[in-house]
Each structure stands twice: as structure tokens, then as C-alpha cells.
């Protein structure tokens, strides 16, 4: 039951396009498209952002997109905006239980 | 609207217990899997157990299997977490969540501490 890596932080100016990387093995993010994002403010609840690799929520702008190729799984998000400054964590389905990333700080420059 | 609302977190010293609820409203409870999942000060998320919606299957993350038992009780709606010989790496905020993590509750806070 190992975390998923991602990248400790990242960051963008606004309008620009950042991507979020979430790497595992086979036996979670390689091995089932159950992988998904969520949107963390401080002090707020986690928000689904991208389900089943790709799937966006009703309510999510369009900006937000979700990919997987092999065992990493990729969030990019275009058009940044201030709003979009929080932190981001990818989860996998491991076949018994869930694995999350250790989560992104991105940071709107 | 889906509503997740946990309660029961606190100060606890080490080797005790504590048990969390979660009250769902909003949607059909018992037609879900549920999720409690953590978050320790400056780490990341942690998913924590989950249990299937008759509750006949149970799942843990290795570090709180024999200490912790996830239930709910579809009648009232309510999800729980009992926590066993609690240790200072317990200390996190606890949030339970629902399926498949569409939707949060805001989290109640667990502080293992002497």
C-alpha cells in the first residue's frame, strides 16, 4: 500500500497550462482506469475533479483534463487562473483498497 | 444536495480511543460504498478503510488493521469509525467519503497527544 508520487510542486502564470504527473506500478494506475484528481483549498474538503482517468464531473470547467499513459496518470490544467492555486492529489484503485498521491502545491504565479 | 457531516474527533492520549461518526443525507445511503480517509498535519491524503453497502466487506490500510473498525448503520444513515490504541501517527484530520470519493465531508480533527 505505497503512495502514489507526484510531484511536490508546481507552478504557472495565468492563462498558462500546467500538468500534474501521478506515478504507480501496474497494480494500481497501469492496472485499472480508476484513477482520479481532487482540488484541495486550506482548511476546505477535497474536491473530485477528474473520474475514471478522463471523466469530468458536472460542474467542472472544461480546462481540467485527465490522461494516463502506462503506470503515470497526468492532470493538466489550461487557461490557469488564481482560483486554481491549491493543492492537487491523484488516487489509483490498487484491486483491495485505494492509494493517493502525496499531492501537488500548485502555485499561481 | 449531498451532505457529509463528521463528529466525534478531539484530544486523545496514546493508547486510547475515539469513535467518529458520519451522518449522510442527500441521497440514498445505503445504495454506496463509504470511505473514511485522512489527512495528517503537512502530509497528504491517507485513505484510511472502507466497507460495501450491506457493510458484509471491509477494507484497511495496513497501519490501522486490528486498531480500527470501519461500520455504518444504514438505518440512521450514519457511517463510523472505531479507533483503537491510538498512537501519535494517528494524529490527522478525518473525512469520510463517499463511493468513490464524489463527494466530502469537511472532516473532523484527532489529535493523539500526551
Known amino acids: 500500500q505505497s503512495a502514489l508520487t507526484q510531484p511536490r510542486s508546481v507552478s504557472g502564470s495565468p492563462g498558462q497550462s500546467v500538468t500534474i504527473s501521478c506515478t504507480g506500478t501496474s497494480s494500481d494506475v497501469g492496472g485499472y482506469n480508476y484513477v482520479s484528481w481532487y482540488q484541495q483549498h486550506p482548511g476546505k474538503a477535497p474536491k473530485l475533479m477528474i473520474y475514471d482517468v478522463s471523466k469530468r464531473p458536472s460542474g467542472v470547467p472544461d480546462r481540467f483534463s485527465g490522461s494516463k499513459s502506462g503506470n503515470t496518470a497526468s492532470l493538466t490544467i489550461s487557461g490557469l487562473q488564481a482560483e486554481d492555486e491549491a493543492d492537487y492529489y491523484c488516487c489509483s484503485y490498487t484491486g483491495s483498497s485505494w492509494a493517493f498521491g502525496g499531492g501537488t502545491e500548485l502555485t499561481v504565479l | ?114
Open chain 2, 1 to 114: 444536495e449531498v451532505q457529509l457531516v463528521e463528529s466525534g474527533g478531539g484530544l486523545v492520549q496514546p493508547g486510547g480511543s475515539l469513535r467518529l461518526s458520519c451522518a449522510a443525507s442527500g441521497f440514498t445511503f445505503s445504495s454506496y460504498w463509504m470511505n473514511w480517509v485522512r489527512r495528517a498535519p503537512g502530509k497528504g491524503l491517507e485513505w484510511v478503510a472502507n466497507i460495501k453497502e450491506d457493510g458484509s466487506e471491509k477494507y484497511y490500510v495496513d497501519s490501522v488493521k486490528g486498531r480500527f473498525t470501519i461500520s455504518r448503520d444504514n438505518a440512521k444513515d450514519s457511517l463510523y469509525l472505531q479507533m483503537n490504541s491510538l498512537r501519535a501517527e494517528d494524529t490527522a484530520v478525518y473525512y469520510c467519503a463517499r463511493g468513490m470519493f464524489d463527494s466530502w465531508g469537511q472532516g473532523t480533527l484527532v489529535t493523539v497527544s500526551s
